[in-house]
């Protein structure tokens, strides 16, 4: 039986067991400037950048930091499935089945991401400044942790948090998300929320804290689907200097609160750029967010420093994997009399978010069944804007399979079905607003059917 890996550093070890290459680069880079922009040559694939295919595990050794910086890991969904101990092309199938799964964490005392304690706090992190325009250095991989699995609310998830100094970090928190509800609870109580930002965290729990409603149930699941993956419990531990849980197999830690106090995310008020989003376009910084004030940073021993780009395969990876997972579910329930949905995938030059592809075996034609089949992909997950239905004997994690589906099995005025004027998601620039609509963000949603005509079946087979 195939296992998930139970921490980072065993999945660098079983990685290179299997014969996997992890390339360190030997010469020291600055994490300003020099790491982003090495890796987003040499190696990050679109949407990042113009080249395709998979994105390498890298290790880098950053000028004047103790903790060597970890880039690529889930830059491959071969890769992905082997860390959570899915059957090769089976990933999003694998973790589906975790969904209706619940594994419950355990508490552990003395656990090994409390080994050391950092005097510099974040200033002895290597925290990257990935281009000129960013507002400055920002933690990209810090699974938050806030609330309490005792007490049953808790929220474990990944948020972008810009340093201000070794002490206060920026955080932007998606409205209506757990950490936001959590947060505000807390304002209206008059205190501070009290969290921990896990970096370098088992694969299994990053692919789970991407979870959220409705694949999960608010204020839960996170946990107890990444202790599905593993096939056993998470280990989790009390923060030490704050009363707030963390995940005790980090390699690094930062403890502190959510404060009621607020700062911008920019320090150049002629510059409102953030970092690049994961559709590959600058950012914009926001205004006025909230405060994380740290109390405590601690690490393992020989602690390894995990960050991702922004945009390329390794983010839209992470985010596309549960995506597929809760609409496959979904759909395989919503739609099982009527077709057989065999795959989902959600494809990373959309960011793992806009365009999902669906390999179905469908018993009859109906332009009925698919303008539902859209709407209820678009119900189940709102960022889609395109979703492409295509046979059985088409390849959906194959751009070229598709486009070649795209080329002989689609006729626009036959195979289209829009939905015009649906809600827009502006980090998609044709979704804002002015693009469509000079005075909204509104978007076209669509889905491009590249089956073919039961009626002429013989004529679309493959050699």
Not at 347 to 372: C, H, I, N, T
Not at 405 to 433: E, H, N, V
Request: proline fraction near 6%; hydrophobic fraction near 40%.
């Amino acid at each position: 039986m195939l296992r998930s890996a139970v921490s980072l550093r065993d999945a660098l070890y079983r990685l290179q067991a299997s014969g996997e290459k992890v390339i360190e680069i030997e010469d020291e880079l600055n994490p300003y400037l020099q790491i982003a922009e090495h890796y987003r040559t040499e190696f990050a694939t679109s949407p990042a950048g113009q080249r395709s295919g998979e994105e390498p595990v890298v290790i880098y050794r950053p000028k004047g930091f103790n903790f060597p910086v970890l880039m690529g890991m889930f830059g491959s969904r071969r890769r992905n499935e082997y860390l959570i101990g899915a059957q090769s092309g089976l990933g999003a199938h694998h973790l589906a089945q975790c969904l209706s799964s619940s594994v419950e964490p355990v508490w552990i005392p003395n656990a090994p991401c409390h080994e050391h304690r950092l005097e510099n706090n974040l200033d002895a992190l290597p925290v990257l400044t990935t281009t000129s325009k960013d507002a400055g250095p920002y933690l990209t991989s810090g699974v938050v942790c806030a609330g309490s699995p005792r007490s049953g609310f808790f929220n474990v998830s990944i948020h972008r948090m810009r340093l201000l100094d070794s002490r206060h970090l920026t955080i932007w928190m998606l409205p209506g998300r757990d950490l936001e509800v959590l947060y505000h609870q807390a304002v209206s109580e008059g205190r501070s929320l009290p969290v921990s930002i896990n970096i370098g965290v088992s694969p299994a729990l990053y692919f789970a804290s991407s979870l959220s409603k409705p694949f999960v149930t608010p204020g839960s699941g996170e946990l107890e689907v990444a202790g599905a993956l593993l096939r056993q419990p998470l280990a989790i531990a009390q923060c030490v200097t704050c009363e707030t849980f963390c995940i005790a197999e980090s390699e690094i830690v930062v403890e502190g609160f959510i404060r009621g106090e607020m700062a911008d995310e920019f320090s150049d008020p002629f510059s409102r750029y953030g970092m690049p989003e994961f559709l590959g376009y600058m950012g914009q910084a926001q205004e006025l967010l909230p405060v994380v004030e740290v109390t405590g940073v601690f690490h393992r021993s020989d602690a390894i420093y995990q960050t991702f780009l922004g945009p390329g395969k390794e983010q839209a990876e992470m985010l596309a994997l549960p995506t597929e997972a809760g609409v496959l579910r979904h759909l395989k329930q919503f739609f099982k009399e009527e077709i057989d949905i065999v795959d989902v995938h959600y494809l990373a030059p959309g960011g793992g978010q806009l365009m999902a592809a669906l390999r179905v075996r469908k018993s009859y034609e109906s332009k009925d069944l698919f303008e539902r089949i859209r709407d209820s992909v678009i119900a189940c997950h709102a960022l889609t804007k395109i979703v492409i239905v295509a046979d059985e004997d088409t390849d959906i994690h194959s751009p070229e399979d598709l486009l070649w589906a795209f080329a002989t099995r689609f006729q626009p005025s036959r195979d289209l079905y829009i939905l015009g004027r649906s809600k827009g998601f502006p980090l998609d620039p044709s979704q804002r607003m002015g693009y469509l609509d000079p005075c909204s963000s509104i978007t076209d949603k669509y889905l491009i059917d590249l089956t073919a005509p039961k009626e002429m079946r013989l004529a679309f087979e493959r050699v």
